[in-house]
């Protein structure tokens, strides 16, 4: 009788294991972004030079908190408007924008981002912008970067754009490094190692099972709602009013180096000395190709709410280094402390995080393209 009573749970768990799967093969089939919480992991490569950017010719959606938007990539693996063809060579002016996060344009369509926007603007005089920015980039991996992309794969660009990142510096001293060959490597052991996170079971069942697929839906969906919990509970030493929103990044760690003595002690410094040596190796590359170079500065919201008045230490040591190399500066930093802190920040950035909105893409890609037509009468 048990021997039955047994046989009987394996067969009905057997078709509950084939009825979840196949909801999840059609699930593949039939919804558009199914796969992007996998996916993810697929169109964000790892690269043996330069650590990690994106795959070419994407045509996915991509995820940034609770929002999806499309994301595409041309065939050199640039953000872009459509999986277009790219020659190395092209014809006509080209500018090339390379940063972290901020420059990819993380949360939004290409069309929403400072980059598309100023892609689109500079198209009708006869200029093509390259997006050559991806997440969690620094210096070290603009210079690998551009390097490879020039010096060894032959692309021409005629301008390139630096846009330094506040948290730069603290990949610079803690994430990256250059191994015996001269490729990036990551001190990390998780993260960014996007190799050690490919291939997980979890990844797997998420994409391949409807229950898997449900129940990483609603841990991701838990995951964001708790941080956003987490920043109301912390409202002891700022206006809850900010806080509700922003308390979370108000004193994010990537920032501190700014305005705390400890963290710039720990590793600030290391970190500024580290990205100042790597810009240096990238200029070196933009002069032997005849690139001009021009470094940008923008602040996060740390920034904006611990240097009331604006010049935060960003504005100061790289536009020094520019000053000292003959290097174009751009500051962004003004356009934010226009304001008192509550309004710049919800005006200009998501709640609850570093990034620009819609609307601070704008006013950025408005500010850039004025500046650069300034110089391109």
Request: net charge neutral; glycine share 8%.
């Amino acid at each position: 009788m048990w021997k039955r009573r047994v046989a009987a749970a394996l067969a009905i768990a057997v078709l509950l294991v084939a009825v979840d799967l196949g909801l999840g093969q059609v699930g593949k089939a039939f919804v558009p972004d199914w796969e992007v919480r996998a996916h993810k992991l697929k169109f964000r490569t790892e690269d043996p030079v330069f650590h990690h950017g994106f795959a070419p010719l994407v045509s996915q959606y991509d995820r940034w908190g609770a929002e999806k938007y499309p994301l595409f990539t041309n065939s050199l693996g640039f953000r872009d408007a459509s999986p277009r063809q790219l020659e190395l060579k092209g014809t006509g002016k080209r500018v090339a924008l390379i940063g972290d996060s901020f420059t990819e344009g993380v949360g939004y369509p290409w069309e929403q981002t400072f980059a598309g926007i100023l892609s689109k603007s500079l198209a009708t005089e006869g200029t093509e912008v390259l997006n050559l920015g991806v997440s969690s980039y620094s210096p070290l991996l603009y210079f690998k970067k551009v390097e490879n992309l020039v010096e060894t794969r032959g692309l021409r660009i005629d301008e390139l754009i630096v846009f330094i990142d506040v948290g730069d510096v603290y990949n610079e001293a803690a994430w990256y490094s250059l191994n015996a060959a001269g490729e990036v490597i990551s001190n990390l052991t998780g993260g960014i190692n996007i190799a050690e996170r490919r291939g997980r079971l979890g990844d797997w069942l998420s994409v391949n099972s409807m229950t898997g697929k449900l129940v990483y839906t609603m841990a991701d969906l838990w995951k964001f709602q708790r941080g956003k919990k987490q920043a109301e509970r912390e409202s002891q030493s700022v206006d809850a009013g900010v806080w509700s929103d922003f308390g979370a990044i108000i004193d994010a760690r990537d920032s501190r180096w700014t305005w705390d003595q400890d963290a710039w002690a720990q590793w600030g410094e290391k970190g500024v000395a580290n990205s100042l040596e790597h810009m240096d190796m990238l200029l070196a590359v933009t002069r032997r190709n005849n690139i001009r170079l021009t470094v940008a500065v923008y602040p996060w919201p740390a920034q904006i709410w611990h240097h009331v008045g604006g010049n935060p230490p960003t504005t100061r040591i790289f536009g020094q280094w520019s000053h000292d190399h003959g290097v174009d500066f751009l500051d962004l930093n003004p356009l934010f402390f226009k304001q008192d802190r509550e309004t710049t920040l919800r005006d200009f950035y998501i709640p609850n995080d570093v990034h620009w909105n819609s609307h601070g893409h704008a006013v950025v890609a408005e500010a850039v393209q004025g500046w650069y037509r300034q110089r391109h009468p």
